[in-house]
């Protein structure tokens, strides 16, 4: 598994020319990509390769295609949770992210991928709560712990310093590292 595997949403159609074509939101006549070779599970495997291989943003390409065209199947909207994630597409991950807590509540690593998700987007009480719903379901994974603490520590010093709960992408902190 990759970096969030151990701390560490549905696609938005608009943001793919196929599907933004067939809806209307870019010119019929526009260029539209051609599928990559291959079945969605030859896509899934090969992004997940180079997900594997530390190549998350063309990770990201070919899980994408995967996921539209599987867009129930559960193990490529992870891997492309994670792809984005690895890329800092925190929004594009945590989209990906609730889509499989949609498909599955139950799935303690989709809120926890979610929590950290939101975590790096600022939105502190959200990934808190995402955080509290994973370290409840597995007690017995510690970075699910950790990361939440983390949360709840940023929480506290926002609140001790005067600060929104939310933050700003203005603000110019670095982001914590992704814990081991």
């Not at 090969?46 to 063309?58: I, K, M, V, Y």
């Not at 992210?97 to 509540?105: C, I, R």
């Not at 991928?113 to 790096?120: A, F, I």
Request: charged letters at 25%; aromatic letters at 8%; zero cysteines.
């Amino acid at each position: 598994m990759g970096v969030i595997d151990d701390v560490a949403p549905a696609e938005d159609p608009a943001l793919t020319s196929s599907t933004a074509a067939q809806s209307g939101n870019v010119p019929l006549d526009a260029a539209v990509p051609n599928p990559p070779s291959g079945e969605p599970y030859d896509w899934f495997r090969r992004g997940s390769e180079l997900l594997e291989q530390g190549n998350s943003a063309a990770a990201a390409e070919l899980l994408t295609w995967a996921a539209q065209a599987e867009p129930q199947a559960r193990s490529i909207r992870e891997a492309l949770a994670r792809a984005h994630y690895d890329s800092r597409r925190f929004e594009d991950s945590a989209r990906e992210f609730t889509s499989l807590v949609e498909l599955a509540p139950d799935d303690d690593y989709a809120h926890f991928g979610l929590g950290l998700s939101l975590w790096r987007m600022r939105q502190f009480p959200d990934a808190a709560e995402h955080l509290a719903i994973a370290a409840v379901m597995r007690p017995d994974r510690e970075a699910y712990g950790r990361a939440l603490r983390q949360v709840r520590a940023t929480l506290a010093a926002r609140e001790e310093a005067g600060m929104a709960a939310v933050g700003s992408p203005d603000e110019s902190a670095e982001f914590p590292p992704v814990p081991e």
